[in-house]
């Protein structure tokens, strides 16, 4: 790192600490030559490549821009969007790779939208998954409607320990 003062090649770090959500390095620097300091950030850069081929850096703004379309007139807040970019970006950064298909970014915003708003989630799924016709939307809602009732069989189920509800005792 060249000293911004001087242009010395070299420089010692004095201090370190993660800022925002841990995605970024403050690093507080000083000079040899120069002894003034100075701070940089560092933060792993994380490209997206497009279905033509060509690569942009990645964008929670975009994440939430697309997003917001799908949930136009639904009760999802601004902080809700702003959550789920994060909730993405989380998820494309722990599998490690510096460079991720657009393609790989649209599922993993399926999952997080689908517990936001099963609505929203309809509709992006309808455009990302190319939906061509009202059979393939009504496969989509059996699909949620199965994991609803899966997951209300669920809830009213007794736990193991527990013996039936409408068990009679005969102490």
Do not use: W
Not at 117 to 123: G, K, M, N
Request: aromatic share 6%; proline share 5%; with cysteine.
């Amino acid at each position: 790192m060249h000293c911004p003062f001087c242009r010395n090649p070299d420089s010692r770090v004095v201090d370190s600490r993660t800022s925002d959500d841990g995605s970024t390095i403050r690093r507080r620097r000083q000079c040899p030559s120069c002894n003034r300091r100075f701070t940089t950030v560092e933060t792993a850069s994380l490209s997206v490549v497009k279905r033509s081929g060509a690569t942009e850096p990645f964008s929670r703004e975009k994440i939430a821009g697309g997003v917001r379309k799908a949930c136009q007139g639904r009760p999802v807040s601004e902080d809700d969007l702003a959550l789920l970019a994060q909730k993405v970006e989380e998820t494309l950064r722990s599998a490690g790779s510096a460079e991720i298909d657009a393609y790989e970014i649209g599922l993993a915003i399926l999952g997080p939208l689908r517990e936001l708003d099963e609505v929203a989630y309809l509709r992006f799924a309808s455009v990302y998954q190319a939906f061509d016709s009202l059979e393939d939307f009504e496969a989509a809602i059996t699909v949620l409607r199965a994991e609803h009732e899966a997951e209300a069989d669920d809830e009213v189920a007794p736990a193991a320990d527990e013996p039936p509800r409408d068990a009679v005792s005969h102490d």
